[in-house]
C-alpha cells in the first residue's frame, strides 16, 4: 500500500544536525520511518540522541548509504547549498531525494533535476512537505497524526492543501501522500504520481491537488484520459487569483486564460475527472465515489 516510500525503506537527512533537521528528524522517527544516519562533513563520525535512539552522522551521503544502505535521503540544507546537497546524493546513487529547501534559486533546481534524472535518483520537490506512506514511514515535514493507512492516493503541490485533505480524510486513510512542490521546476510530476498510484494495487482512487500557474494539471489530465483507469477527484487552488499574480508557490504565475484554475478545472472535468470547489467539498465527492464502489451490503 504505497509508492516511492515504504517501512522498508532507510532514511538519510542531510541537515540533520541543523534546527529543521533535528525537529523533524525527530519527527520522522516517531513515525516509524527508519532514519539511519545524518549528513554533515564537519560532524562526521558523532551520533545524535533522538529519544533513546542513536543516529550516527556521516561526513557525506556516500559514505552513509556504504554504512546502511540507505535509499533515501531527505535535504534540510539551506538554499544556497541545497544544490550541491542534491547533486552529492544523486552522485553517491541515491533512490530518492526528498527536497524540502524553499527559496532554491530556478537555475539551481534545473541542474540538480537535469542531474538527477540522468544518475536514476528520483526528486521530489524542491519546495515541498515530502511523501508520507501512514503506517510505514514519513520523509519530510507531512503530520505524521492527522491520518491513517487506507486506500486513496494523493498528488498535491500546496503542503497546506495535503494535511487539509490527510485530515477531512482520515476516516478512509491513504496509501501515500506526496507533496510534489509548487515550484516552477519540480522533480517528480503529478503525471509520475498518477502512473505510480494506477499500478499500486491498494489504491482505489487518486486525489490530485492543483493550482494556478503553468499547465502541469492540463498535461496531467491528458494522461489520466489516457491511461488512468480508477476515478481521480480534483481540486485547483487559486480561483480569487488576479490575473498576472504570483500567489503563493513561485510556479503560480497566470497569465492571460492560460493556468487559470477555470481551465484547470475544465480540462480534468473534459476527462472524467470530479473537480470540488472547496477542500470540503472535494472530500465529499471522494466519499461520494467511494461509497458508489462499495459493494451491495457493504
Known sequence: MAIYLTKESKVLVQGMTGGEGMKHTRRMLAA?????????????????????????????????????????????????????AVLEAADAGIGLAVVITEGIPVHDSVAFASHARARGTRIIGPNCPGLITPGQSNAGIIPADITKPGRIGLVSKSGTLTY???????????????????????????????????????????????????????????YIREHVTKPVVGYIAGFTAPEGRTMGHAGAIVSGSAGTARAKQEALQAVGVRVGSTPTETARLVLELLDARRPEGN
Do not use: W
Open 32 to 84: 516509524g520511518t527508519d532514519v539511519v544516519g545524518g549528513v554533515n562533513p564537519r560532524k562526521a563520525g558523532q551520533t545524535v540522541d533522538f529519544d533513546h535512539r542513536a543516529v550516527p552522522v556521516f561526513g557525506t551521503v556516500a559514505e552513509g548509504m556504504a554504512a546502511t544502505g540507505a535509499d533515501v535521503s531527505v535535504v534540510f540544507v539551506p538554499p544556497a547549498f541545497a544544490k550541491a
Open 164 to 222: 487539509q485533505l490527510m485530515y477531512e480524510l482520515r476516516d478512509i486513510g491513504f496509501s501515500t501522500c506526496v507533496g510534489i512542490g509548487g515550484d516552477p521546476v519540480a522533480g517528480t510530476s503529478h503525471i509520475d504520481c498518477l502512473g505510480a498510484f494506477q499500478d499500486d494495487p491498494d489504491t482505489e482512487l487518486v486525489v490530485l491537488i492543483g493550482e494556478i500557474g503553468g499547465d502541469a494539471e492540463e498535461r496531467a489530465a491528458a
